[in-house]
């Protein structure tokens, strides 16, 4: 069988047997900047608008309720089960789609809508990253489907960066079978380095932060 | 040097458009690193290098180890791993799988492991539809080519080229405008994603502690192949193994930054496992495939061992003048330039190109730029010294080591050395240095040819050093 196979050929070449131990790996680096709340918020929406992604600052969940709303003008939309977007009220805005949880059905919703809105599980101030895991309240496919992504977050959701991810979240495996970063837009530049926004994946993003 | 080897290197240097498509697009990423690397950007930049030599070196190591955590992690979460030793393997994992669950078509996001193994073709043997979906390699799938770069596929075509294609192919208007073309290509795609039955990616990380599989990209393909079809398989050479997912901390500062300038890819995707209990969407089953494919008798070789470190950033390539100048598809396999020009031999015998560790200046900027350091060009030289003692054990270097006696002998002994000066220079004119070119005698010897097609003995000076110093 291959995998004996494999692993025989391995542990020959390195000179090992089977179940032996390891030496000690080398320590785990991770450095958390401190960095007070006002000053991450303001690093995350710039590092976004750098990407070409849009953002806005909402005191109250009313405002970012308004924002979204304007951005929605008509336009059809799916929503993720993300309590946040209930309590902000952003399900009841018209037009919007929540509360799917059979695959098929947001399946066909999200390759029809225009766009698609949810919270984000953390934010990354400083490469303006949305962190998004999968579960009964965020599916995978309302931040990809869809051609715009409107992303509400909590100020208390937005992280100084990567290493304080995987310093709150070790073992992100354990919550969840999918943890995606998005940084911007979907692009290319397949075609003579020319960049173009939204390939496959939505090519307009919107990140409100509330609070 | 190869015939083919040579004719294709010729050809690209004679194609004055593609020296500058390469040329502006290798500058281009040159740039966008070397920001995104500066001590204004990232402080901490050479600190992550060491600690990524570091991660990787110790993984490598214990690599048994780490391969069966990762595999006792991915079962835990309802996932399998296949482990497979070459290409048939993977080929028949697939197919045997397809037709298990009557799949016809599959979307596959891009892969330099796939290309390795020629996938798509041995699928499509057996009547499958399998779809690359990057924007890169599905014009290249179109065109019937193989990457011209690790990041960047489609550097060499211009957007007439894909124009042309389009038309062709998918019986399109000819649009030269990429934001146009691209909008077609996602047309297509989109419908392929959501009727494909399996997703096939590679992996960037596999993450031991985790049993996650760890994908970047920017295009967001990657995350439809994963998300829309039934069943997810990703594959990956065994190298590709990290211990924790804390380390991505470190390598995923490193990967973006080196290969387009990025301080993250647009998406980062860490998957591990079919989808849960309450989950939503996203597949109904996941594989890995753990490819051996030559990697091992690589490990086996302590010295040049670290060439597993590698994380496919492409930076070498970009860095590299002679990538630079003879372009990606001059190299006899699917890893290109430096890199390519290690690993090539090693996963597929030194005899497939002799002359690929020959290929390089030694200028050393390929490990400068490296994220985890591995030192090429030592690299480089303990496999010429590899090419030579095999010539030395078939004979074929006989001339070659007859010549080298001879001008020790020569150079051992001062008497004869002068004369042999002397004779050469009373055969040498003065002149413009090409002399020996003229010669047809020698110009019809391949090897002397081959020499000469590049170089020249200079004239010869009125007086030799020898001469003025006896007369200082």
Known sequence: MSREAILNQVRTALGRSAGEGIAEPPAVRLRVADVDSETRTASMLRAVEALAGKTARAATCEDARAYVAAVLDGKTAVASNAPFLRECGIVDLAGVQPGFTDAAALRAQCATAQVGITSADYALADTGTLVMLASPAEARLISLLPPVHIAVVGKDRVLSGLDELFTILPLPAEQTSSMVLITGPSRTADIEQILVRGVHGPGEIHVVVVG | MSVAFDEKVHSTLADANLQLAIYRATGRLIDHRKQAVAATALPDYQELRTQANAIKRHTIEHLDHYLEQFEGNVTAHGGKVIWCQDATEVADFVLGLAKARGAQLIVKSKSMTTEEIDLNERLEHHKLE???????????????????????????????????????????????????????????????????????????????DSGAVTIVENEGNARLTTSAPKIHIAVAGIEKVIPRAQDLAVFLKLLGRSATGQALTVYTSFLSGPRRAGEIDGPEEFYVVLLDNGRTRLLADRGKRESLYCIRCGACLNHCPVYRKIGGHSFPWVYSGPIGAIITPQFLGIQREPSLPFASSLCGACAEVCPVKIDIPKVLLDLRAEVKQAEQRSGTNRLERLAFKLWAWVMCHPRIYEMAAMAAAGVAPAGDGKWLRRAPALMNLPPVRAWLSQRDLPPAPAKSFRDLWRKR
């Open chain 2, 130 to 208: 399998s779809v690359e979906t990057d924007l890169g390699e599905y014009i290249l799938q179109l065109a019937h080519q193989r990457p011209y770069h690790i990041v960047a596929p489609a550097l060499h075509l211009t957007r007439y080229d894909v124009g042309d294609l389009f038309a062709r192919t998918l019986g399109v208007a000819n649009e030269t405008v990429p934001e146009k073309q691209t909008l077609i290509a996602r047309a297509v795609l989109r419908q392929k994603f959501l009727a494909a039955d399996i997703g096939i990616t590679g992996a960037n990380f596999l993450v031991a």
